[in-house]
């Protein structure tokens, strides 16, 4: 019955951890349950592996919203839906338009109007109404006289857990509309009642209309989502099979063995042979050969770059002309980047200039095709300082009272108001504040749906 629950990945409104919520929901014997943060897929995967840990069935989606309005609620029935919302969210954001009043006519996905929806789309009849599921929360119930409810299902947002959660919530909205909170809009914060109800709680309060209960749970269990996290996701391949690669780059390696040692280099050879072994096993040869790709654009261009890190420990990458560091003449170790023992991928730090930088990223999305590639995102987080800062401002501190709280934190607060700043920034510490881009994290993905975005956790390809 848990069809619209936000975690604190809806950026200054939501306030709960995603392993908190998902814990709580255990503890209440909640067995399937929705996560639909606004605008945003960041916690999704997250959510999944704490679900699969606490015995719950996940369900993702988005709660699409048009600044303070609530468009509409989408839920994924399977991965191809989620893939279907995403290129949804995707298209608006990069239009930079607001999201319209209906939801597209999606293959793989449950919508769900609010109820104040039906007032925003007057020129839709009655028979149109019956074919939309719309969702009822419990303050709403007084008005289901008005409606015929075959459609309803049971639409209780989950935003915080408790009184505190919601005075924390009322505080990130002011910080979002850039106001003191005693002037907060009604509009701009959610209802107190917003909390995770127990099961048995929201059937007794929907008793009387035991319908939309059925309905609920019927539209939430045909909503399925698994993700495989043991395989990689990123490209397989830079030509069309792991062997051509491999093939690929043994020809360009010993090239460049020729061109940094010469023909008659034993030692060289010896470890070229023995690298591109252990390439081979743990199939990294399209993630040179990638990474090459980009570097050789770059020369061609005449850009000046730095093969840097770990990947310098390499002395394919130091044929291939990726980095231009001899291993050998200083002593690096091979195993360092890359051996059969390590868990974590490889990474190769590369570094152009500034000013060169949009030109490389503009051909890796055309080299690799706009559907396969992503720019990583990344969360600016309210750290201690921060957060003390915002929540002073929001409380109506002067500048200098606020000042003089930051750089004593330890000390005992003079007011009341320092005492709730201390109080709530503690617990806004490494809350996500927005979303900012990678400098140069790119994804490129195998599959051409847009299914990863905004995910925290990609394997990093090469840092530009």
């Keep these: 019955m848990y069809l619209n629950c936000h975690t604190f990945y809806s950026l200054r409104f939501g306030t709960i951890p995603i392993k908190t919520l998902v814990e709580t929901a255990a503890g209440l014997g909640i067995k399937r349950l929705a996560l639909t943060d606004i605008n945003n897929t960041s916690a999704v995967f997250d959510f999944v592996k704490e679900c699969r840990k606490n015995d719950i069935e996940p369900v993702v989606g988005v709660e699409f919203r048009n600044g303070d309005d609530m468009m509409y609620v989408c839920l994924a029935k399977n991965p191809d839906g989620f893939s279907e919302i995403n290129s949804f969210r995707n298209q608006y954001h990069k239009a930079q ?126 909503c399925h989502f698994d993700f495989d996290f043991s395989t990689s996701k990123n490209r397989l391949n830079y030509l069309d099979s792991r062997e051509s690669d491999l093939l690929m780059l043994k020809q360009l390696t010993m090239t460049g063995l020729v061109k940094r040692y010469g023909k008659d280099n034993q030692e060289a050879l010896e470890r070229v042979s023995r690298e591109l072994k252990i390439i081979d096993e743990l199939n990294y040869s399209a993630y040179f050969l990638i990474t090459w790709d980009i570097v050789e654009y770059g020369k061609g261009k005449g850009f000046y770059h730095v093969g840097r890190g770990s990947g310098a420990n390499s002395i394919v990458a130091y044929c291939i002309g990726i980095t231009d560091v001899d291993p050998i003449e200083l002593d690096f170790y091979f195993e360092r980047f890359i051996n059969p023992g390590r868990t974590s991928p490889p990474d190769f730090d590369i570094d152009f200039s500034w000013d060169n930088r949009d030109e490389i ?104």
């Design 97 to 222: 338009k607001p999201f319209p009043l209906t939801a597209p006519d999606f293959k793989n996905v449950h919508v769900i109007y609010p109820l104040e929806a039906l007032k925003r789309m007057p020129a839709h009849t009655s028979s149109d109404k019956k074919s939309k599921t719309i969702g009822i929360q419990v303050h709403e119930i007084s008005q289901l006289y008005k409606y015929n409810h075959d459609d309803f299902v049971v639409l209780q947002p989950v935003t915080f857990l408790d009184k505190q959660g919601f005075n924390l919530h009322r505080l990130l909205r002011a910080i979002d509309n850039n106001c003191l909170l005693s002037k907060l809009p009604r509009y701009s914060q959610a209802r107190n009642d917003e909390m995770l109800f127990a099961p048995e709680q929201l059937r007794e309060t929907f008793a009387a209309y035991p319908h939309i209960i059925e309905n609920t749970e019927k539209l939430l269990n045909e």
């Design 361 to 464: 990223i503009q051909y890796i999305f055309e080299k690799f095709g706009r559907e396969h590639v992503c720019l990583l995102a990344t969360h600016v987080t309210f750290k201690d300082r921060s957060a003390y800062r915002e929540l002073g401002k929001v409380f109506g501190l002067p500048e200098h009272e606020i000042e003089s709280l930051v750089q004593n934190l330890r000390a005992e607060p003079g007011n009341e108001y320092a005492q709730l700043v201390l109080k709530y920034g503690k617990l806004m510490d490494d809350f996500p504040n927005y979303l900012s881009i990678h400098a140069g994290g790119i994804l490129i993905s195998e599959t051409s749906k847009p299914f990863y975005c905004l995910s925290a956790n990609a394997q990093r390809l090469p840092c530009l």
